[in-house]
């Protein structure tokens, strides 16, 4: 058990429950423009990723024109937009509990993803989520100039809680990328969870300190 002062945690997959929608979107989005990707494909390439990069890394892998990434990010994010109007957005099993516990140990909590603010911000709202009662801080790929696995989100959310030791800092998520971000900031622990894009056998190349279910289980590693 080590002594945690910050916790940084993914948002979708990993505290928030909403379907794989973003994915789902996007995978639309990339079929939208004359190619064939399934949702599984996405899933593997793009999870945890800033969106953009995500669709410029994907056209990229699947042998396809990058110059149609900022089109097919302008129709992503629109029907994005549209998809979340209606969309019943929860919290992962548990973790709603594990936040407000968390914090009332006087432990800090920064939600961050390769989200832009707009969306992240959307689906706070929609859980009723609030600043200083569920989490201390929201840090998204708008707050910063290189998106994971940079170590550059987990350091801002150092500096403003002044932690100098990563030592002290637990990241959590539901992609490689995130436990990537993690080691690359050199995180005293790192956490997968399998509640939200990928499996246990994805999750474990990137050598995660402990798989979890969900986040909900963290309770007793810090």
């Known amino acids: 058990m080590k002594n945690i002062e910050l ?3 993914d948002m979708a997959g990993t505290t928030v429950d909403e379907d794989n929608v973003v994915y789902k979107t996007l995978t639309q989005a990339v079929n939208d423009a004359g190619y064939t990707v399934s949702l599984e494909k996405v899933l593997t390439e793009c999870a945890g990723k800033e969106k953009y990069e995500a669709i410029s890394d994907l056209l990229h892998t699947i042998g396809g024109n990058r110059e149609d990434a ?3 990010f302008e129709n992503f994010s629109e029907q994005l937009k549209n998809a979340y109007i209606n969309l019943n957005v929860k919290p992962i099993n548990g ?5 407000l516990n968390t914090r ?3 432990k800090k909590i920064v939600l961050n993803t390769g989200y832009n603010s707009a969306i992240a911000l959307q689906l706070l709202e929609k859980l009723g989520w609030r600043e200083n009662l569920h989490y201390d801080a929201l840090i998204t790929a708008d707050d910063v100039s290189e998106s994971r696995p940079s170590p550059e989100m987990i350091q801002f959310a150092m500096k403003k809680f002044n932690i100098n030791d990563p030592q002290l800092v637990l990241k959590a998520g539901d992609s490689v990328i995130d436990i990537e971000e993690g080691k690359n900031a050199g995180c005293g622990i790192t956490i997968a969870v399998l509640s939200g894009a990928q499996s246990h056998t994805e999750l474990e190349k990137a050598n995660p300190d402990y798989i979890l279910n969900t986040l909900s289980e963290a309770g007793n590693i810090i």
């Open 7 to 9: 916790l940084v945690l």
């Open 70 to 72: 900022q089109s097919i």
């Open 95 to 99: 973790v709603e509990e594990f936040l």
């Open 104 to 106: 009332a140990r006087n």
